[in-house]
């Protein structure tokens, strides 16, 4: 994604702002709403700033840069295009008023908005992005292929994980009971969770608690064990991330994931 839009916008907050999106989708996917929506302010400031550049105006200090005077003086660039001047910038205003006052607007006896205010950053993000690469990529690639990314990136990304009054719930259909241990490990890493709890956490995924400390056991070489509980190494991280890819593209493409058939060894009589 970045070669596509480094040639029209400066290299380091392309960078920037493609790192806060991959953050906020990763957040979103874990159900962490008031994390997903600072990435997602984060975002889109470093979107202002790479119009702010892009439209010839230097950059001062970054404790300098204000969102709301980048938003109502790019109108004045008369010589760019409105989607700079305007679309993207009054979009941009939209997921940062979200983001800028997340949990101060709301009755604290009201239902908790967090998740509609997360998915409706996400969303406009989405949008944000396939724009700016609309605009990257103008006359460079065909129409089609401009739609396609595009719609690729203005797809709906569904969480992966929540959480219900403290129980943490996955969201990964097909996933064995070492997978949901896995998992549950990765979403509260780098705490520990203690092995019973571990255990009541699988068994809450349709796993017979027989089965579930079989599965719990069956972590040993991707996690670290003490009187505190398990932790996941750094095996398990990538086994975990390496899960919860294979389970958004399924969510995105609404086919199963795909699991891998562990090979059998034969043994030599």
């Not at 702010?52 to 010589?79: C, M, S, Y």
């Not at 979009?91 to 940062?96: E, K, N, S, T, V």
């Not at 009187?227 to 996941?232: A, D, I, N, T, V």
Request: net charge positive; with cysteine; glycine share 8%.
């Amino acid at each position: 994604m970045d070669a596509l839009l480094k040639p029209t916008f400066d290299a380091t907050h392309v960078t920037a702002l493609l790192n806060h999106y991959q953050e906020m989708v990763k957040e979103f996917q874990q159900g962490e709403w008031e994390e997903c929506i600072a990435k997602g302010g984060k975002f889109v400031e470093a979107v202002l700033k790479a119009l702010w550049v892009h439209t010839g105006n230097v950059l001062g200090p970054a404790r300098e840069f204000k969102v709301d005077k980048a938003i109502n003086q790019l109108p004045n660039f008369t010589t760019f295009d409105d989607t700079i001047r305007l679309t993207i910038p009054r979009a941009c205003r939209f997921a940062y008023d979200i983001a800028s006052n997340r949990g101060a607007r709301h009755d604290p006896n009201e239902v908790d908005p967090n998740v509609m205010d997360a998915t409706a950053v996400v969303a406009m993000n989405a949008w944000i992005l396939g724009e700016l690469v609309r605009y990257a990529q103008k006359g460079s690639l065909k129409p089609d292929d401009v739609q396609a990314l595009v719609d690729g990136l203005a797809e709906k990304k569904y969480p992966l994980m929540e959480d219900i009054e403290g129980r943490a719930y996955l969201h990964v259909p097909g996933a064995s009971g070492r997978d949901i241990a896995l998992l549950l490990l990765w979403k509260q890493h780098p705490k520990r969770i203690s092995h019973d709890d571990l255990v009541a956490g699988v068994v809450r995924h349709n796993c017979t608690e027989k089965n579930a400390k079989v599965s719990v056991d069956r972590l040993k070489g991707v996690v670290d064990v003490d009187g505190g509980g398990l932790r996941l190494l750094q095996p398990g991280i990538r086994a975990a991330e390496l899960l919860l890819d294979a389970a958004q593209k399924a969510a995105d493409s609404g086919k199963p994931a795909k699991r891998r058939r562990k090979r059998r060894v034969r043994r030599s009589m």
